[in-house]
Nanobody, 121 residues
Framework: QVQLVESGGGLVEAGGSLRLSCQVS??????MAWYRQAPGKQREWVVG???????HYVEDVKGRFTVSGDNAKNTFYLDMNNLEPDDTGVYFC?????????????????WGQGTQVTVSS
């Protein structure tokens, strides 16, 4: 059974930083994605990480967000800097067998429960 557990969300003022973590258990993964869902909006892809391949970010987080992974811990991170109110939402970790390919946006089988990020102005 594969489980993804996110942590690290919270309330931060605009311009602040947060680090999200995604702990994966049940299998080793070499690629994953972070998604987010703002209030009243559909879930959107934020960044994809595929080992050995260039990393791609959604346009409005480029230069502010950085994805990384720790093989030994089977854990992935999303470092978010210079946060803006529009970054508010629930952030989801997504990994496992690939189920959908939409250009550079990958969607995988397994999802975490999400972690809330709230950025105040």
């Amino acid at each position: 059974q594969v489980q993804l557990v996110e942590s690290g969300g919270g309330l931060v003022e605009a311009g602040g930083s947060l680090r999200l973590s995604c702990q994966v258990s049940g299998r080793t993964v070499n690629e994953m994605a972070w998604y987010r869902q703002a209030p009243g909006k559909q879930r959107e892809w934020v960044v994809g990480l595929v080992r050995g391949a260039p990393t791609h970010y959604v346009e409005d987080v480029k230069g502010r967000f950085t994805v990384s992974g720790d093989n030994a811990k089977n854990t992935f991170y999303l470092d978010m800097n210079n946060l803006e109110p529009d970054d508010t939402g629930v952030y989801f970790c997504n990994a496992g067998p690939l189920v959908k390919l939409m250009g550079l946006h990958f969607e995988y089988q397994y999802w975490g429960q999400g972690t809330q990020v709230t950025v105040s102005s």
